[in-house]
C-alpha cells in the first residue's frame, strides 16, 4: 500500500476518532475510507474496528476526571457492555454484515430525533418516572454495545440519544460515558477479529491498513475530547444528531 494511501489513512483515523469521542459516528470516516483503499467492506469492517481502538482509549484518558467523578455509572456499564459487544460480535460472523446494515438508516433517523428532543422528551420522562432505574440503563446499554459489537457505525449516536432520556446527567458527562462503553464494546469486537485472524489467516483484516489508521486515530482521540469540551450541550446535541442523519443518508443513497 502505497505512502499517500497510509496518510490519507491516518488522516481519516484522526477525523473519526474526532468526531467518536465529541459525539459517535467516526466509522462513517474510516470505512469508506478503507473501501477506497482497496479492502472489501467485510475487511473494513473489521480493520476499522481494530484500527479505532487507540482512538477510544486515547479519549478515556481524555474523559479519565469526569470518569473518577461518575464512577458509579462507569462501574455499571462493564457488564452489559461487554456482554453487547460480545454477542455483537458473534451476531456478525454468524449472519454477516449485510443482514444488520440494512436497519442502520431507521436506526440512526430515530435515535437523531430523539437526540434533538432530548430536552423535552427527558423533562416529561423525570414528570412521568423516575431516571437512572438499573434495569432499563443495562437494557440500553446492552443493546447499544451489542449494536457496536456488530457493526458500530453510529452507536455512539444511538447511546447520546437513551443515555440522554435515561441518565439524570447532562450531556457532557453522558458522553464521557459513552466512549467508556464504546472502548469496551469494540475491544471485544477487535478481540474476535483478531484472535480468528492470527488462528486462521482469511484477509478479513488488514494489518497493513490497521496500523496508519490506529496512528491517526490515536492523536484524534485526544482532540476530540478537548473539542467535545468546548462545545455547549446544544451544539453537541446537533452535532451528533446531524452525524446520525449523514451516516443514515450515506447507508440509504451510497453505500452498495
Known sequence: MPGRTDLWLSFAGLLASCVNA???????????????????????????????????????????????????????TIIPSLLGGTLGAW??????????????????????????????????LRRATRVDRPAPLFAAI???ALYGGYFGA?????????????????????????????????VIAAATFVVL???????????????????????????GVRVARRLPPAALRGFAAAVGIAIALYFLFFRR
Open 22 to 76: 465529541a459525539a459517535g459516528g467516526g466509522t462513517l470516516l474510516s470505512f469508506p475510507s478503507l473501501m477506497a483503499a482497496g479492502l472489501s467492506p467485510l475487511a473494513a469492517n473489521a480493520t476499522s474496528t481494530v484500527g479505532l481502538l487507540t482512538g477510544y482509549l486515547a479519549s478515556v484518558a481524555g474523559y479519565r476526571a469526569q470518569m473518577r467523578r461518575l464512577r458509579g455509572e462507569v462501574v455499571f
Open 197 to 223: 485472524e492470527l488462528s486462521r489467516p482469511t484477509g478479513a483484516l488488514s494489518w497493513r491498513a490497521a496500523l496508519p489508521l490506529s496512528l491517526g486515530a490515536f492523536a484524534g482521540g485526544y482532540v
Open 142 to 144: 446492552f443493546v447499544v
Open 91 to 124: 451476531l456478525l460472523l454468524k449472519l454477516g454484515a449485510a443482514f444488520f446494515a440494512r436497519m442502520v438508516p431507521t436506526l440512526l433517523i430515530v435515535a437523531a430525533l430523539l437526540l434533538l428532543a432530548q430536552p423535552l422528551l427527558g423533562a416529561v
Open 154 to 186: 453510529g452507536s455512539g449516536i444511538l447511546f447520546l440519544a437513551a443515555m440522554g432520556l435515561l441518565y439524570g446527567r447532562d450531556l457532557g458527562q453522558v458522553n464521557a460515558i459513552k466512549v467508556f462503553v464504546s472502548l469496551l464494546a469494540n
